[in-house]
C-alpha cells in the first residue's frame, strides 16, 4: 500500500484527535515501520489496520466509523494533492466512472507496484450508478467514506446505498441514486 495512505491516516489523527494520541497508537499498534512512512514509500497494508485498532482502542470509536472517516479525509486530501484529476469533471457519477480507467491508471504509470482496486461503475441512466468495488485489503468501507466524500465534493444531492459487502471487507456494491 503506498505510503500516503498512511501519512494522510496520521494527519487526520493529528487533527482529528492529537499529535499525542498519533504517537501512542503508533507505539501501541507495534508496527514493523515504527510510524515512520514517506507518501511514496510501500508497506503492508496489515500496519494500516493495526494502527486504526490501535485508535479504536484508545477512543471507543467503532472500527468502521474510523476508516469511513478516514476514507472522507482522504479524499478531501486527494482533492489538494492531485487537482489535476478534478479539473474538468463536474459530477461525482462522472468523476468515478473514470477511477478505474483513468486515476488508476495513472497510479500505476508512477507506481507500477501499486495495488489499487478494482472499481467498476455502472450509469443505468442519468440519475442511478452502480459502483462494484473489489480490493485485496479490507477497506470497503475506506471506500464507502470516499464516495461519500465525493458526492460532498461535487455538491450533488445523491443517496448511496450499500445492497453488499463481503464478508472480508474487500468487496463492496454500492447504488449511488440522484434525488
Known sequence: ????VFTE???M???VFSPEMTELIII??????????????????????????????RTGAPVRDLVNAFGKYLFNA?????PHFFENQYSAFEFLKGV??????????????????SV??????????????QSECPFAELAGGLLEACVEHFKEDI???RPFTGKDGCSAKFSLVRA
Open 1 to 4: 500500500m503506498k505510503g500516503v
Open 9 to 11: 491516516f496520521l494527519k
Open 13 to 15: 489523527v493529528d487533527e
Open 28 to 57: 501501541e499498534s507495534k508496527v514493523e515501520s515504527h510510524g515512520v512512512y514517506t507518501s511514496v514509500g510501500t508497506y503492508p497494508h496489515t500496519e494500516i489496520l493495526q494502527l486504526v485498532t490501535a485508535l479504536h482502542k
Open 78 to 82: 486527494f482533492t489538494e494533492q492531485y
Open 100 to 117: 478505474d480507467g483513468y486515476i488508476h491508471a495513472e497510479v500505476h504509470k508512477l507506481y507500477p507496484e501499486a495495488l489499487t482496486p
Open 120 to 133: 467498476i461503475a455502472d450509469q443505468k441512466g442519468d440519475k442511478h450508478l452502480d459502483i462494484e468495488y
Open 159 to 161: 443517496n448511496i446505498e
